[in-house]
């Protein structure tokens, strides 16, 4: 889920009150930090001859649910940097590629992910109940090449990532569960440097019960007569469906994010938090690219 995507202490409980930075700003902050993160280590593998970067800046709007399963919804208007990145052991471009092994069917790679913060007082459901910090996403993924690249550039993979959730303010965090996401993902690369991009993903969500409690647990001291306490469990949690698409003239691009996911059958469908069972996401932006080595 991308896009990309997911600190507090001394709380077994996994909430927090406390005053918060605004949300756009710890979002930006902490998906920064994980990009700087990935590039102080991967960058320098290569040599400056390998390396083919883009470098530009672009705006985005996004329009999506305060977590899976929650009614309300919100809206992010962001200016946004872009780059893009191709090195021998990362790839940033629509998303993060590294790649820790490579054959000719079997890549293992680093997975990442990111969840919003949330604040009670914009949802109905949890009116009461601390806020929940951005979520940081990040392990090992294990990928499968079931159709290599063809000439048209589409291909087939099937991805096995396993993630720990770390919940983030930057000021502080703890470790909520872990998540595997099995998934195919058919993707078609640009045949030159204009034109487009696309990449669909279908997959399936299972978290350990603290990842779910993170979310959808009732603790009783903020339980209420439409609100009965709750305890999540382990396992299954949903499906979901992922479209992206790139168009790129020139200097110019132009993109959108579609994301859907369905929690039917969810292990954790019957807590009070979850009002509806389908969530979708909405992003559409633009980049233009001021700089480059190639």
Do not use: C
């Not at 079997?106 to 109940?129: H, K, N, Q, T, W």
């Not at 045949?191 to 009783?220: E, I, Q």
């Not at 999540?232 to 479209?243: A, R």
């Amino acid at each position: 889920m991308i896009f990309v995507r997911r600190l507090k202490i001394n709380l077994s409980s996994g909430y927090n009150v406390r005053n918060r930075e605004p949300d756009e700003i710890v979002m930006r902050k902490t998906l920064l930090n994980m990009l700087l993160l990935l590039i102080t280590f991967y960058s320098p593998q290569s040599s400056a001859q390998d390396v083919i970067w883009d470098l530009g800046a672009g705006a985005a709007v996004f329009n999506l649910s305060l977590y899976p399963g929650s009614a309300d919804k919100i809206n992010y208007n962001v200016p946004l940097p872009y780059f893009t990145l191709m090195a021998e052991k990362l790839e940033i471009d629509r998303g993060i590629r590294t790649f820790l092994f490579k054959s000719k069917r079997i890549v293992l790679d680093l997975s990442l992910g990111f969840g919003i913060p949330v604040d009670s007082e914009d949802s109905s459901a949890r009116e009461g109940m601390p806020h929940l910090d951005a979520i940081a996403q990040l392990g090992p993924s294990l990928e499968f090449v079931l159709i290599k690249p063809t000439k048209d550039r589409m291909s087939l993979n099937f991805e096995l990532p396993l993630r720990a959730a770390v919940a983030t303010d930057l000021k502080s965090s703890s470790h909520e569960g872990w998540l595997l996401e099995p998934q195919f993902n058919l993707e078609k690369r640009r045949l030159y440097k204009s034109g487009l991009a696309m990449k669909l993903t279908l997959g399936l969500n299972y978290a350990t019960r603290d990842f779910h409690a993170y979310y959808y647990d009732v603790p009783p001291s903020f339980a209420t007569p439409s609100r009965p306490a709750y305890v999540s469990k382990k396992g299954y949690g949903g499906s979901f469906g992922t479209l992206s698409a790139s168009w790129r003239e020139g200097n110019l691009i132009g993109w959108t994010l579609l994301q859907y996911q369905n929690l039917n059958g969810a292990v954790f469908e019957g807590s009070p938090l979850v009002e509806q069972k389908h969530s979708y996401l909405i992003g559409v932006g633009f980049a233009w690219v001021f700089a480059q080595n190639m």
